[in-house]
């Protein structure tokens, strides 16, 4: 069932301490992670191992013994990559002539294999079609070179927001992104619309036919019985969710929906919970959407993680849950995502208590389209230009800064002392300490530092008398803030660029 409808305590729901509650099945600790290093401490980096692709879009790997990764590049052809021999230079599956491309969000976009692919031969392809863009989804039979169009939804007025993300969830069911149809601030109004599968994720049965469809509805779709809905809706009030993922170990789903200007966002669903309403274009993000569509009684779920531009995001790539054995001792269950234009790596964990630890703890190359994982579950990214694929590793590197928070609350307004302690080998000259407040606060005076404030991302930089930190030296600032309800001091800071501990 959705949560109560967000009211104005909700809109100040923390940015990034995301303490608003998930079902109990979504915000339960990962497997051992009791006993694995704080998000700060890890450090993601990336090896590329292949060149020369155009314009990847998605990765697969089948299940069949072979190791291969199957890449979708953007004007329609299916790549193999081995980590024995490389990237084939002969294309899997070639759809050009099928595909529309035209504009830089259409063309191949996604592929899921089923679980029985090593027997079938069957794949699954999102893409946009010719002639006229509409979002497609097909069923390809590998040994007989056949496409067979399954489900087309028309998308002619805009040739952006796509989606094309494709997935089997833990029930066998295929699930199928698909953007609000284009164009800027919603103006279809798809998000909020049953009776449109633009701004959705659908729930589909492909592995038999009902009746004239080539596919099956499943019989618990949450709108099956709505007059006027699709029955394909799974899950509503997405802007341009471009990709998703299940967590293979609880079932759990995560959502990287692309904002419009002000937000990113993350959510993270509990197995099973479908006919949600996760808000576009009535809210992006925590915030309420000028000129959004909003409807009376209407009930909303919040995003689990947010970040605004000023962080120099531009479109959230929503990711993976790491499950691999390479590294389950550092991060088994840590959710990773980064942005297409920060780089930024993103590691999310569940805290047990109904909110997320979160961290920074890397770079990803430039323009990361899609976080894919082999069969064992190790990662691997695509970027978009030049056209690269890389392996993704992780370590723990025992960050080289803490910042201790001290805070007296009144009214509406907070005070916040923080003493960042040089836990290092060497001198900090000069620093810049980053950090996001929650939503709704506003810095009003500052000391012992030179502050500045782009929403809610507040940039510190040293004084001319405290620039210098010796190893085990510390030095401290502070902020007094106006709040409209939340009080909460910032939950992470990155020093010059590194990750920082956060106590208490």
């Not at 809905?229 to 293979?248: C, H, K, Q, T, V």
Request: negative net charge; proline residues 8%; glycine residues 12%.
């Amino acid at each position: 069932m959705p949560r109560s409808r967000w009211t104005g305590p909700f809109l100040l729901a923390l940015l990034l301490t995301l303490l608003a509650p998930l079902p109990a099945a979504a915000s339960q600790p990962a497997p051992g992670a009791g006993a694995q290093p704080p998000l700060p401490s890890l450090k993601a980096t990336t090896t590329q191992v292949a060149f020369g692709l155009r314009r990847p879009t998605a990765i697969a790997a089948p299940d069949d013994g072979t190791d291969r990764l199957f890449i979708t590049e953007k004007p329609g052809t299916v790549r193999v990559y081995h980590p024995d021999t490389g990237l084939a230079q002969t294309p899997l599956i070639d759809l050009t002539s099928a595909i529309d491309e035209s504009g830089n969000e259409r063309g191949l976009l996604g592929i899921a294999l089923p679980p029985d692919f090593a027997t079938s031969q069957d794949l699954y392809l999102a893409y946009t079609a010719l002639p006229d863009g509409a979002v497609t989804l097909a069923r390809y039979r590998l040994d007989e070179s056949r496409l067979e169009v399954l489900l087309s939804q028309p998308h002619t007025e805009f040739n952006n927001h796509n989606g094309g993300q494709l997935a089997f969830g833990p029930d066998g069911n295929l699930y199928w992104s698909i953007g609000d149809g284009g164009g800027s601030a919603d103006p279809l109004r798809a998000g909020q619309r049953l009776d449109t599968l633009l701004g959705k994720i659908l729930r589909v049965d492909v592995s038999r036919s009902c009746g004239p469809l080539p596919y099956c509805v499943p019989e618990d779709n949450p709108f099956v019985d709505t007059p006027g809905a699709r029955d394909e809706i799974w899950l509503y009030g997405l802007r341009n969710p471009w990709r998703f993922s299940f967590d293979s170990a609880d079932g759990s789903m995560w959502i990287g929906d692309v904002g419009q200007g002000r937000w990113e966002e993350i959510n993270h669903l509990a197995r099973g919970q479908g006919g949600l309403n996760l808000g576009w274009s009535c809210y992006e993000g925590l915030e309420r959407f000028t000129g959004g569509d909003c409807r009376p009684g209407e009930e909303y779920t919040e995003p689990v993680f947010t970040y605004s531009p000023y962080t120099g995001g531009c479109s959230v790539i929503g990711g993976q849950v790491y499950r691999g054995r390479e590294h389950a001792d550092l991060l088994d269950g840590v959710y990773i995502a980064t942005d297409y234009c920060s780089s930024t790596v993103w590691a999310l964990r569940p805290d047990g208590s109904g909110g997320y630890e979160e961290a920074e703890i890397g770079q990803m190359p430039t323009q990361v389209t899609n976080i894919g994982t082999t069969v064992d579950g190790e990662f691997y990214v695509v970027n978009d230009l030049p056209g690269g694929l890389h392996r993704v590793s992780f370590a723990q590197e025992e960050p080289t800064c803490r910042v201790d928070r001290a805070v007296e609350r009144w009214g509406t307004g907070t005070k916040v002392e923080l003493t960042v302690t040089n836990t290092g080998s060497a001198p900090v000259n000069g620093w810049t300490l980053r950090f996001p407040l929650p939503l709704g606060q506003t810095i009003v005076s500052d000391w012992n530092t030179d502050l500045t404030q782009l929403a809610n991302v507040v940039t510190a930089t040293s004084a001319s008398y405290n620039s210098a930190i010796a190893p085990g030296a510390a030095v401290t600032l502070g902020y007094v803030a106006q709040h409209t309800g939340d009080a909460a001091p910032p939950p992470r800071f990155m020093l010059n660029g590194d990750a920082c501990a956060v106590g208490r």
